[in-house]
Each structure stands twice: as structure tokens, then as C-alpha cells.
């Protein structure tokens, strides 16, 4: 299974936000705490340039805690200021303002010296698609303004939002990358809905979720499908297929493996996170 998705849309998003960096103070860079490295853009570094930057391990509520405190130390081990947060829920975001503060502490020192007036901060908020920018845009502006929907691709232009008055954020469509140069990484990213499910294989998705579940959390997938020690082990295919009989789907794999990534993307299977941070070296190869 190859997948490439890079909308003309997003080309141009990628062109706006090189031209309007200079701008802002700081970015807020949105990555997904179940695949951290997976669901971050290798062209980040070169748009974002020198500007300060806090990064934010959003859908924090689904992701294995373990792996998401490995990875936000990993992040720190960086320079970048980090943290943890469900923007769904409101988990962690009260904690943005003082975070992006410390992150900005030596240009608000600068600007005092000198006599300048503090004002808000002016941030862009950076992500791929269906990472929850706009949801968090929304709960930091404390009312619907910025568009949202449960699939990728919602947000189609930049706008400036208000926080109150500490804080001014540009928001801007989420920006995918033209090619992904290891297919691991379109397989993850697929699995937690941010490419649009037109453009996916269902029954691949499915037995790459069989597969990644089976080997790290083996006992999630017994107790959902009510699998046996020895079905555990089977290859994933005969597993598809055997889950499909168990719920009732028969022969119609299509419905079974689409059951299955939607269970795997909702939780229902519990918090897991694709990027491994023992696997840490392989992962920082395929991005």
C-alpha cells in the first residue's frame, strides 16, 4: 500500500506560511502524541527557520502516557519547549500561554530593555491535517471561530484569532509533505485518519493495525476480538479474517477491516502509540 497525498491547497498553504513566518513570535507546532515523529513535517525546520517554537503532543488522551513522556523529554532533549495536551477535552492547554512565555522569555527581556510596550503574542499555529489545530484554536479563543471537522483537510485558509489579550494566533490548513519517502509512515499516518479515507485500502490498513497491535499490545487485541493465545499469533491476514467471523461479518472483509481501523482510531482498542520510542533510531530513518 503507497499512499501520497499533497492537495494543491496545501502547496500553497506551505507558500503562505514561508511568506507570513516574520510575522509572528513563535510557532506552535501540533503533532500527534500517538506517532510524534511520524506526524511531523521533515520541512518544518526549514519553514519555521530560527523562530522560537513550542511543540504540542495533542491527543495525548490517546496515546500510550509511557511512550508520551519518553517523547515529550525527547523534544526537551531538543530545545523545544513541550507538552502533553487533548485540545478536545481542554487537557494541558491552560498551560500554553506560560509555556510559550518561557519559550519567549529572552525577547521579552530584549523588549523591555529597550523601553518597548509588552503586547500579545502573535503565534501560528503549524500542523498536519486532523492533528486538532482548529479544535485547539477554538478552545484557546474560548468560542467556535475557526472551522473543524473529524477528517482531514477542513481548514482551507489562514486566518488571525484572539485569545484574550495575551495571545493572537494565526491559524493556517494543515501541510503534508509531497512524498513520503518511507511508506511505514503514510501507514501510520492513514491509520489515525490524517489522510482522507478515499485514498486508503481498508484491508491493508487493517492488517498493518493487526500487526502493530498483536506485537505491542497483544492483550488489547485478545480481549476486543476474543482471541485465544494461539490466534493471537496468526498472520494478520487469517486474523482479519477470523475477526470477521467472529463479529458476524462473514466473508465481507471490506466491512470488517473499516470496523477495525474505526475502533483502532477511537480507542476502543485503548491508548497505543505508533511511534515506538525504543525504535527511536528506525523511526528518525523513515522521516
Keep these: 500500500m503507497t ?17 507570513k513566518i516574520k510575522f509572528v513570535d513563535i510557532v506552535f507546532e501540533l503533532v500527534d502524541a500517538r506517532l510524534p515523529l511520524s506526524s511531523r513535517n521533515p520541512m518544518m525546520d526549514q519553514i519555521v527557520q530560527q523562530k522560537p517554537r513550542l511543540v504540542l503532543l ?7 502516557s509511557e511512550q508520551s513522556k519518553k517523547w515529550q523529554e525527547y523534544f526537551q532533549s531538543k530545545g523545544f519547549h513541550t507538552l502533553i495536551i487533548n485540545s478536545q477535552q481542554s487537557l494541558g492547554t491552560n498551560k500554553i500561554i506560560t509555556e510559550a512565555k518561557k519559550a519567549l522569555k529572552e525577547k521579552i527581556e530584549r523588549d ?21 489545530k482548529s479544535t485547539l484554536m477554538n478552545r484557546l479563543v474560548g468560542k467556535k471561530i475557526a472551522q473543524t471537522g473529524n477528517k482531514p483537510g477542513v481548514t482551507k485558509g489562514q486566518q488571525w484569532l484572539k485569545s ?5 494566533l494565526l491559524d493556517t490548513p494543515g501541510i503534508l509533505w509531497p512524498k513520503f519517502e518511507d511508506p511505514e509512515i503514510g501507514k501510520k499516518l492513514a491509520l489515525t485518519g490524517a489522510i482522507k479515507d478515499q485514498l486508503l485500502h481498508f484491508d491493508d ?16 487485541l485478545m ?13 494478520a491476514a487469517e486474523l482479519l479474517m477470523l475477526i470477521s467471523k467472529k463479529r458476524g461479518f462473514k466473508d465481507d472483509y471490506d466491512r470488517a477491516s473499516e470496523m477495525i481501523v474505526q475502533e483502532i482510531r477511537s480507542g476502543k482498542l485503548g491508548t497505543y502509540t ?9 523511526i528518525e530513518d523513515e522521516a
Design 164 to 168: 484574550g489579550k495575551e495571545l493572537e
Design 274 to 282: 505508533l511511534d515506538r520510542w525504543e525504535e527511536l533510531g528506525a
Design 112 to 132: 523591555k530593555r529597550r523601553g518597548i510596550k509588552p503586547r500579545a503574542i502573535r503565534a501560528m499555529c503549524i500542523g498536519i491535517p486532523n492533528v486538532g
Design 58 to 64: 495533542n491527543k495525548g488522551d490517546l496515546a500510550d
Design 223 to 235: 480481549e476486543r476480538y476474543q482471541l485465544s493465545e494461539e490466534e493471537i499469533f496468526l498472520p
Design 205 to 220: 490498513l487493517a492488517i498493518y493495525g493487526l500487526e502493530f497491535f498483536a506485537r505491542f499490545y497483544s492483550e488489547r
Design 3 to 19: 499512499i501520497q497525498w499533497f492537495p494543491g491547497h496545501m502547496a500553497k498553504a506551505r507558500r503562505e506560511v514561508s511568506e
